[in-house]
Nanobody, 116 residues
Framework: QVQLVESGGGLVQPGGSLRLSCAAS????????MSWYRQAPGKERELVAT????????VYADSVKGRFTISRDNAKNTVYLQMNSLKPEDTAKYYC?????????WGQGTQVTVSS
């Protein structure tokens, strides 16, 4: 069983920054890719960014390229999402995710609201 706990969401003005964190309970955290997803009201959940197990390779949704950065600290079992130049359309609940042996694990999510 893997538990993922997100933190760092909040209210921010357009153009501002936030850093999300996701702490994993698994001792094998460093073996698996980690992803951030988001879901806005009335919309489907979408993939935002993925980092490979060592964090050496990353993938981003086109909508966040150049503004968001995913990183991980395997010694701390934590993955981060640095979000810069935030836009109102980034408003959503952000979820941490990993897939282990065919099972998908999700955190409870953290709300990000971008508004003036």
């Amino acid at each position: 069983q893997v538990q993922l706990v997100e933190s760092g969401g909040g209210l921010v003005q357009p153009g501002g920054s936030l850093r999300l964190s996701c702490a994993a309970s698994s001792a094998t955290f460093s073996n698996y890719a980690m992803s951030w997803y988001r879901q806005a009201p009335g919309k489907e959940r979408e993939l935002v960014a993925t980092a490979t197990s060592a964090g050496t390779s990353t993938v981003y949704a086109d909508s966040v390229k150049g503004r968001f950065t995913i990183s991980r600290d395997n010694a701390k079992n934590t993955v981060y999402l640095q979000m810069n130049s935030l836009k109102p359309e980034d408003t959503a609940k952000y979820y941490c995710n990993t897939q282990i042996l065919g099972w998908a694990y999700w955190g409870q999510g953290t709300q990000v609201t971008v508004s003036s």
